[in-house]
């Protein structure tokens, strides 16, 4: 199989990571749909709306901001406005999604936890999507800086480079099967399985982004770092918490 992965439909050319991406969204809502009808939800049916109504109002904004932020050195004109708009990144979706469901849950008043839910059912919809971001190659800013490593592979400009969305996708299943083994020992705190997620997941993307051909401008930083350490911060009393009952 040739990377990029560009598939035609009787004669027309599909574009496989935008296919993926909807699948990503359709697939992983389903399965929420299907966990939480096996589980007793803490939360209500309406504030449980509200609450994705937040989410996905904060991913929308979230993904949009940091997305035009990797890429600082494009200039604002008419003919890039475009695509700045069409920019976006998982990190920013989950962060800004983070910030809306807070948000959303301040104003209707809900103190519950509500992200553990959504855990598994976000790894299922990144993995999918990711496999999109593989089969683009070089046509999606996901690949990794050149190796002469035995690991290097050509993503389409015959350039042997990181995989990055396979070593990724390779993450994503050990995190999903260490998190559903965490979840099933039912014996953490309502929230923690959400948090443990959020800076595992952030954790992995700070590490793998000094392996893509990124824009360092900040403190030797890419802006999805600069995230991943505001993330970190966000979640500094959960942290501490966890390194004090370890110690």
């Not at 699948?23 to 939480?36: D, H, M």
């Not at 990711?130 to 002469?148: A, D, K, L, Q, V």
């Not at 039912?186 to 990124?214: A, C, T």
Request: a positive charge; proline letters at 2%.
């Amino acid at each position: 199989m040739q990377i990029p992965f560009e598939p035609t439909l009787f004669g027309h050319q599909l574009n496989i990571h935008l296919i993926l991406e909807y699948a990503a969204f359709f697939i992983g809502f389903r399965y929420y749909v299907f966990l939480k009808q096996r589980q007793t939800d803490v939360i209500s049916s309406n504030n449980r709306l509200s609450i994705i109504l937040g989410a996905a109002l904060g991913a929308l904004i979230g993904s949009r901001i940091v997305g035009i932020l990797e890429n600082p050195l494009i200039a604002f004109s008419q003919q890039n406005l475009l695509q700045l708009l069409n920019t976006k990144t998982i990190m920013g979706g989950l962060f800004g999604g983070l910030l809306g469901v807070e948000f959303a849950k301040h104003i209707i008043g809900e103190k519950q936890s509500s992200g553990d839910l959504f855990v598994l059912p976000l790894i299922l919809g990144i993995f999918i999507g990711r496999i999109g971001c593989f089969f683009s190659g070089t046509n999606e800013f996901t690949y990794g800086i050149e190796t002469s490593s035995i690991l290097g592979m050509n993503l389409g400009d015959g350039v042997g480079r990181h995989p990055t969305s396979l070593y990724e996708l390779v993450f994503l299943i050990l995190l999903f099967i260490i998190l559903k083994r965490l979840q099933n020992r039912r014996n953490l705190k309502n929230g923690e399985l959400f948090k443990i997620f959020m800076l595992s997941y952030f954790g992995f993307r700070f590490f793998i982004e000094f392996l893509k051909p990124n824009v360092f401008y900040l403190l030797g930083l890419s802006s999805i770092q600069l995230l991943c350490v505001i993330c970190w911060l966000y979640y500094y009393k959960f942290i501490l918490q966890h390194i004090k009952n370890a110690s």
